[in-house]
């Protein structure tokens, strides 16, 4: 009995895997043979459309090309429906020979661009984030190379996950979406690329904040922030320390009310220097934003707007320099800081804020602290959100699906 318990152990490294899809690609299917066939080893249904013959199975991998007139969904590959559940985890990996404009990921339906909840390559050679029907630019997608990635369907919206070297990473949280039916599939339009697999378990997992605060409390002292995330998860609650001058809850929002040297700045410590920050901001004057790599109040970064500009700040020895500063509106508000390592990525309403910068000064490699940084009393912070970029094996919770 023994023997036999150890011998499951080595093929099952993470237990019995119950799955909702599960498409290998093992089988081999001609052009024009692909619809209605099963999943395999499945479960799933394949649903095609492929007027001119473009999608092929074959040696462990679905291929699609482009039509001679490219357009959204022909080829497209859907499967059956999936409830909205936060939680719920789709994974894949692709490899684009040709770039262009293809996705994979959740639909609302079975036809054209998938783009509720989706990984997009585009004609411009970038790998983009869908959610909600709107897209956003990431970082270049390099041909001919395989793509591990991962989506995590949320309440509302969803979070984006590519493994580099081995490490799952966060890209990006969004809160635009919310259709309670969704469509998995992959399709082309410009695009010649393979997928190897598309899995979704039938086990739920959701990342969990570092910290997260609406301030919907009593009005007064900052306290601790929530114990329950965005989608419901648990969530640590963190202490808030008033590093320069005083902040307070007001009316479900952070609030300064007392600045020292013209500077009120707020903290938690989440143990962790490559942590994602953003809040949502509201300006009555100068200069409001989130800090992150809190040291003390000489050392730190910043992201705040200023009225009319969005600018990423770093402060070394109490000597300020402007790493990114762009005129963009601050319309409604919603801010956020990617780090990772020295480099730094700026968004304002999911758009990105000049381009990918570095800051490698040794005294803004260590701070664990992140939190709210104002210049005016009558500024707020709301939606105050730090997520792991995932660089300390955070996320190591999706491998067991992604074998």
Known sequence: MRRMIRNLAVLFPHGVIRWLLRDEFSDTRAAGAVNGTPATPGPGTRTVTDTDNKLTIGGGVANFAPNTVPADGDPGLWYGAVARVAGRVLLFRANWAVRGWSGVGFDTNQVGAISELSFVSDNANLLRFYEGGLGYNWWSLLAATNYDLALV?????????????????LEWTGRLGNTATLYPGIQSNAATFAVDYIRIPDALWLPTPLAYDIFARADGALGSSEIWGPDNQIVTARVWNNRV????????????????GGVAIATVNTGTVNAITGATLTRAGNEVGVVLRYVDAD??????????NCKLVK??????????????????????????????????????????????????QTGTEQGLYSTNVGNTQDRFLVMARGSNGEYAALNKWSF
């Open 299 to 308: 050392n730190y970064v910043r992201a705040i707007h200023d009225g009319t």
């Open 153 to 169: 369907v949320g309440t509302v919206g969803g979070c984006f996950f590519i493994r580099s070297a081995g490490v799952w990473l």
């Open 315 to 364: 402060r070394v020895a109490a000597a300020e320099t402007d790493v990114i500063s762009a005129v963009v509106a601050l319309g409604a508000g919603a801010i956020r800081v990617i780090p990772d390592g020295t480099a730094f990525r700026l968004f304002l309403n999911n758009a990105a804020v000049g381009v990918v910068s570095t800051i490698n000064d040794a005294a803004l």
């Open 245 to 260: 001058g005083t902040t307070l809850v007001a009316t479900t929002a952070a609030q300064a009310s007392a600045l020292v």
